[in-house]
């Protein structure tokens, strides 16, 4: 049976700085959730729906080449004879979508431009990777707090 020895003091102000540090960035990971999710709530509160159409699978940038890059749909919809467009923000791979796919449409009648598939994959997506990020990166920088003190 060995004796557990304290860790050295360095080694607790290394643990106790990225405690800090994790425990920072879960926060902000949560807090981006929150915003993200207000906005999209906001939209919601607001929205009309129009059909749309893929047109288009963007390969989002990702700054490297790769077998398994993600693709965001480019939709077309026509509000009062006037066709507008977007890209959605969200992407997967494999792509979720086809070009040819009708898809709804949520929009804000004051702008247009300001549109969004609507599934809840693409609604909620973000909200959820960013909160499930915060809680994980935050859980470890706390864990890693008391463990410098504990220590």
């Known amino acids: 049976m060995t004796a557990r020895t304290s860790p050295l003091p360095e080694e607790a102000r290394r643990r106790r700085r990225w405690g800090r540090f994790l425990l920072a960035v879960g926060l902000l990971g949560l807090l981006l ?3 993200i999710a207000g906005r999209q709530l906001a939209l919601l509160a607001v ?4 059909p749309g159409t893929v047109i288009e699978m963007v390969r989002m940038a990702s700054g490297r ?5 993600a693709y965001a749909p480019r939709v077309r919809f026509v509000l009062d004879a006037v066709e507008h467009e977007f890209v959605s923000p969200v992407g997967s791979y494999p792509p979720a979508f086809q070009i040819g796919d009708t898809v709804r449409v949520l929009y804000d009648p004051a702008n247009p431009r300001r549109a ?3 599934s809840s994959g693409q609604l909620w997506a973000p909200v959820a990777v960013c909160a499930v990020l915060g809680l994980l990166l935050g859980g470890l ?5 008391r463990k410098s003190r504990v220590a």
């Open 65 to 69: 080449l790769s077998a398994a890059d």
């Open 141 to 145: 920088g706390a864990w890693l707090l």
């Open 116 to 118: 969004m598939v609507d």
């Open 33 to 35: 959730s929150v915003a």
């Open 47 to 50: 929205a009309q729906s129009a």
